[in-house]
């Protein structure tokens, strides 16, 4: 509990996790509201989507796939950029021998990393989910809508954003322990997050191997668990997996990230 | 003994970073590990404290395996410079070192006030300056009153100073029977401050012993005309130009010896070795 204790002080304190989790709130806001409502108000373009399509989107009993829809490209890079800076900071810092000198195992000590980025992982979802759904209130307030409350079927894309925040978390993670600094980690967390999936993608159209392979790499399993949920309409969400075959991915993913970079951190000399 | 080596080694490919130190701290001593740079001091105490893995011996600390926590809690250390969070305070930085450490907020206070910082506790540790720095690393290292305190050069990057205020900190923790490791490449300050010295050349501890047992016997110098009957006289002497050298302690009687015998006595003064020169014989550096 040490351990937790003392990454949960130090990651509340650093101002990078709030830029970051400010970061995409104002993304998820921007792109999840504003821009919806814009168009709904005299927009010329709105991208194919009906209005009908835009009113659901922002209704409040939708607010849960509104969270999800943003996890899997976007919201996982920043949540992954948030894992290997914490991390990966440590090396440069020196700050990972002042912690393994101070008295906790070595996997203590990493336990202690992953419970306080998780503690943050839950706050950036819960935040998020808090200001999607108060922008979705206000929303529906300014245009009369007779709208509900999200029931306790939005426990599903809540748990799936979990799931996608954790897996991006362990990816980060991983990439921290095995760059041991947190700008390479972060240089390739991005390029993979962003650029790399979507590259395979394209060339998925030409070979068949590839296109499948795309389906169930880290942000394409993501993708799929989101759309799987009620994701829809943003960059990266897909529908070619079931809802259960992603998240055993998804899962198996954390599994092999948190292991590799445990395993990494417990062995490997600090030098 | 407080930490004991045997053969402890540590190789990266065909290279002996350090190759099969066996060295002993014993209990509320100051003990030096003397070096040059590059010779293996930081990896043996990265050793000591589990951070690297040997390739072959073995070593002890407070009788239990490096690394271990039972081992940790019982060693505050500071390895090569102060690894802090550069945005928070110092104040804050000991306070997250204590949560893993498993120790109150007091200890926290004590530790600052020990090393001189509780006005400068709320700064960002990014602001301090290097002494600062320096000093806030010995304070983590003290949290939890530790049997053992690893101190790996600790005066690096300081200025004089600076320099100064470490040893008499060091001093001062010695008075209060803390047993300190304390390597250095700086001789002027191990012979200051240190009990025992182990010196470490190219991965070797070529030897360990006290300062004093080091620097060896004191020699007298003698300068006196005629000097050939005064070397005639003193049994044992060596005529180094126009100066005799010899291991005898009694100055009285050696010039009442030359006095008696028209030998006309310039000069009588003891001559030791200073550490450096016996550093450098040892680990061939010049």
Redesign the interface.
Known sequence: M??V??EL??LW???ATWVLIGVWLVMTLTFGYVFNYLALNGGTNTRGASQQQLISAMQPENVGAAVVRGLPMFGGAIILVLAALAVGSGYG?????????????RIS?MA?TLGALAVVVVLLVALTFVVNLGAAITVASLEGWAFRLPGIGVLKPLSASLLIAAMWTAFGVFLGVITKGPALSVGLGLMWAIVTENLLRGVGSLLGPVEDLTKVLPGGSAGNLAGAVGGSGAPGVLTDLSGTTAALFLVGYVVVFVGAATALKVRR??? | MIVTTEKLTKRYGDRAVVDEVSLSVRRGEVYGFLGPNGAGKTTTIRMLLGLVQPTSGSARVLGEAPGTPRALLKVGSLIEGPGFYPYLSGRDNLRVHAARRGVGKTHVEAALEQVDLTGAANEKFRRYSLGMKQRLGVAAALLGQPELLILDEPTNGLDPAGMADMRDLVRALAAQGQTVLLSSHLLGEVEEICDRVGVISQGRLVAESTVEQLRGDTVLLIRADPIEKAHVLIEGSSLHGDVLHVRETDAGSLVRTLVHADVDVQEVRPLRRTLEEVFFEMTGVA
């Open positions: 040490g351990s204790k003392a002080l130090r304190k650093w101002p810092w020196g700050t990972w021998k002042t912690t393994l000198t101070a008295g906790p195992r000590a202690g000399d600090l030098v």
